[in-house]
């Protein structure tokens, strides 16, 4: 939890309540999509399939860590409690709508070759945190077990396995 300790002494969701945080942020609102949202507009040009992640994205995503772990954080968590059909779009039983399939495609790609880079070389994954790096474990543990069963991905799409 030291990233929500750390988001608590931003002030920035005023006096933050860990609990509350988990049930209305995580669980309950669309915050998954702005995060989402400013990850695609940062980082969507990008060729995230053929290509290492160069000195400058890898730069940027050190810049973005707090935001690619919460997004990770939120995907895990939220993953735990929806079902194959949620995952993929043909029910919602939460307040708020889950990442659409395309959506989670970018994400699970982003964060795959993110992981990839970083773990690849261990002295170079310091830097990044453990909320980045432990985050990052949990969404892509449970997104290739999802991957697994529905298959939505096809079999060359994971850099890394779990």
Do not use: P
């Amino acid at each position: 939890m030291d990233f929500l300790e750390n988001l608590r002494e931003t002030k920035l969701f005023g006096d933050l309540n860990i609990s509350k945080f988990e049930k209305e942020v995580i669980y309950r609102s669309n915050f998954i999509h702005m995060l989402y949202k400013y990850l695609e507009n940062k980082y969507g040009g990008l060729n995230l399939v053929d290509e290492m992640l160069s000195t400058q994205t890898l730069n940027m995503v050190l810049h973005d860590k707090a935001i690619i772990g919460l997004l990770a954080h939120i995907l895990h968590k939220r993953m735990f409690i929806i079902d194959d059909k949620e995952f993929v779009g043909q029910k919602q039983s939460l307040s708020s709508a889950f990442l659409s399939l395309e959506q989670i495609k970018f994400s699970s790609l982003l964060m795959n070759r993110i992981a990839y880079e970083l773990f690849e070389e261990e002295g170079k994954a310091v830097v990044y945190g453990s909320f980045l790096l432990n985050n990052l474990k949990e969404a892509l543990s449970r997104l290739v077990c999802r991957e697994e069963r529905l298959k939505l991905f096809g079999d060359d799409f994971w850099v890394i396995n779990k």
